[in-house]
């Protein structure tokens, strides 16, 4: 497929190692997904597979995306459900702050493996919200903030942790915004993060996370964090890790600009 032009004031395009196209925002000084470990691969590595593992065995599974981006952590979720037969309800519901680039998406080239999923492309940036039998997917157009706090429509079995990095979106990594997560998952929800900071693990970890490695071949370890023991991925021991680093305190709203 050719690639289509999706460059703006505020977004370039940018061709990432695996072969798909990912966007280099010029507001945050960031690139939507790691160059080096591809955008698709990225998703389907750090968040779609690990989470799956645990997950796939469910009737009905609540994904909260954030934030949408893209839409490649979505897309990628429709992708892997489809590719490995999973018929669990999948229910997506996914805050975005950037409504002109939600509007601006079918413009964007995706990868070949999204292209079965052109119409629900257009209607989630034309509409903001799919619905058919196996998918349900909202994106809500305003602060992720503001949408954890008040949503209570279902509790969670999968957060994909994916915003900007701890310093250039701080508010969506800080201790506060994280126990307005815990609120709102399921006691066995996992959440899925490619940020590896003891900053971050220590956000988690102070709202009752257990911490966990996501590591394998041809990507940088990534983390993976759940109220519950988890026996699949390796343990981080947290307790060990504060007593080397007495030093290091996690993100708090008190500190960070919003
Ligand atoms: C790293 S990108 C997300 C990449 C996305 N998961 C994907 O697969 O393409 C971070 C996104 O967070 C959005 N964002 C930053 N702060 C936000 C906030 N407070 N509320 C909602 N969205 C926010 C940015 O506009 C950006 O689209």
Redesign the pocket.
């Given at each position: 497929m050719d690639a289509l032009i999706f460059n703006d004031e505020f977004h370039t395009m940018t061709l990432s190692e695996d072969g798909s196209y990912t966007a280099f925002?010029k507001e945050?000084g960031?690139h939507?997904?790691s160059t080096k470990d591809g955008a698709l691969h990225e998703?389907l590595v750090k968040h779609v597979e690990p989470a799956f593992k645990i997950k796939k065995y469910k009737d009905e599974i609540n994904i909260l995306?954030i934030?949408?981006?893209?839409?490649?952590?979505t897309l990628a979720t429709l992708y892997y459900c489809k590719k490995n037969n999973i018929t669990s309800k999948i229910n997506i519901y996914s805050?975005?702050?950037?409504v002109k680039?939600v509007k601006s998406l079918k413009d964007f080239t995706y990868p070949k493996e999204f292209d079965e999923f052109k119409n629900i492309i257009l209607e989630l940036s034309d509409k903001g919200i799919y619905d058919d039998v196996y998918w349900h997917i909202e994106i809500f157009l305003?602060?992720?903030?503001e949408y954890v706090r008040t949503f209570s429509h279902v509790k969670f079995d999968i957060v994909?942790q994916?915003?900007?990095s701890p310093t250039a979106?701080p508010?969506?990594w800080t201790k506060e915004y994280f126990n307005d997560i815990k609120k709102i998952i399921k006691e066995d929800a996992i959440l899925t993060t490619y940020s590896i900071s003891l900053q971050t693990r220590l956000a988690l970890y102070e709202n009752f996370f257990h911490i966990y490695i996501n590591s394998g071949s041809g990507f940088r370890d990534a983390t993976v964090a759940s109220p519950l023991k988890l026996s699949y991925f390796q343990e981080v021991d947290m307790e060990h890790k504060i007593s080397c680093n007495t030093h290091v305190r996690p993100l708090s709203d008190a500190h960070v600009k919003r």
């Open positions: 925002s945050y960031e939507y997904h998703s995306d934030c949408y981006g893209l839409g490649f952590n805050p975005e702050l950037d680039l305003g602060d992720a903030r994909y994916d915003a900007f979106n508010t969506l």
